[in-house]
């Protein structure tokens, strides 16, 4: 397959906004995860390999909280497993594309990228470079994540004691951050409380076991409150 | 802990879960129920590791005015609430955390 380098740059170029956004949390990744005592190799590891910034986070919190090996796959795959719903969603419109190209885009497949390429592999499928496309979109991506991991990695290391200045806590502000605007939705606001709460009582349980119960418990009472506000004839929109 | 084997596991995992539909989706269905239940997993997985460190960042649950990160992730959330701007949400929960370390 010839490489369409217009339809790569326009993959790059549209990816652009999602680049500034992911910058911080680039930069948050790497200084946070120096600064939780974990090797430099593993925090690049973790950027280059994984390529997954909400499972990332929540590995430095597991691994500085001395989870066990178990607990930290199931939550990678409990927190991953929304990719394989865009999996899903863009293989109609790549049937036809070599098993080679889909092995090597299914690696980049990010809540970005998905969002930049879905609209046009679903319109025009991959005619016209689609792949090239979405190769740029998962290039650009890529390169942005592990240039500011690098350069968070580079900051936690040049402020020794980080963690004594506080940084554990930007983790919970980051966290805090992402979840907050979500809560609006009222199935949410009860899958995050019954998630709190039970990951609170849950607290003292080894290998943070409780965070798997908490994660069950939170998508439970979601389920529950979206079914109940279904059945409320007049019940609000959530 | 094994931070290899860790890693090593994570990296299967994530990359399988891309790959299954485009690579072996002929062979795969995904269930409607697990679909709506995804839509709960981020909020249900972050807000079950922001209680604990925000309401006992020591072991116990402490409200009392020595913990700063109460203050600075009930800030940092409702900026965002409001604002639904991440960074500076994450800023200001900063400062708040800076400022109540520095007065208590």
Do not use: C
Request: aromatic share 10%; net charge positive.
């Amino acid at each position: 397959m010839n490489l369409n380098r217009a339809a790569l740059l326009a993959g790059v170029r549209d990816t652009v906004p999602m680049l500034v956004g992911a910058a911080p949390f680039g930069v948050i990744f790497g200084t946070l995860a120096i600064a939780s005592g974990i090797p430099v190799w593993a925090v690049l590891a973790l950027s280059a390999l994984v390529f997954a910034g909400s499972s990332q986070f929540v590995a430095v919190s597991l691994i500085g909280g001395g989870a066990a090996l178990p607990v930290i796959w199931l939550t990678t795959f409990v927190v991953n497993l929304r990719h394989a719903l865009y999996s899903a969603s863009l293989l109609p419109a790549v049937r036809e594309l070599p098993a080679r190209w889909r092995w090597l885009l299914a690696f980049w497949l990010t809540d970005e990228t998905y969002a930049v390429v879905e609209h046009r592999l679903r319109t025009q499928g991959v005619a016209d470079g689609g792949a090239a496309y979405w190769l740029g979109s998962s290039l650009a991506m890529y390169l942005n994540w592990q240039l500011w991991t690098v350069a968070g990695v580079l900051l936690g290391q040049s402020v020794p004691g980080l963690a004594q200045l506080g940084l554990d806590f930007a983790m919970v502000a980051t966290f805090a951050a992402i979840v907050a605007p979500q809560l609006r939705q009222r199935p949410v606001l009860a899958a995050a409380l019954a998630a709190g709460g039970v990951a609170l009582l849950a607290r003292h349980l080894p290998y943070k076991l409780g965070l798997m119960l908490a994660a069950l418990a939170g998508v439970l009472a979601g389920l529950l409150a979206e079914r109940l506000a279904a059945s409320q004839p007049q019940g609000e929109e959530a | 802990m094994n931070l290899l084997l860790a890693i090593a596991g994570m990296v299967v995992v994530t990359y399988g879960i891309r790959l299954s539909f485009l690579v072996f989706g002929h062979r795969l269905v995904f269930p409607p129920l697990l679909q709506r239940a995804l839509h709960y997993v981020p909020a249900a997985v972050l807000t079950a590791l922001i209680v604990p460190m925000a309401l006992a960042p020591q072991g116990p649950i402490d409200l009392s005015a020595a913990n700063a990160y109460l203050p600075g992730t009930l800030a940092a959330a409702t900026v965002a609430f409001f604002s639904r701007q991440t960074l500076p949400a994450i800023l200001l929960g900063f400062a708040v955390y800076g400022v109540w370390r520095w007065l208590f």
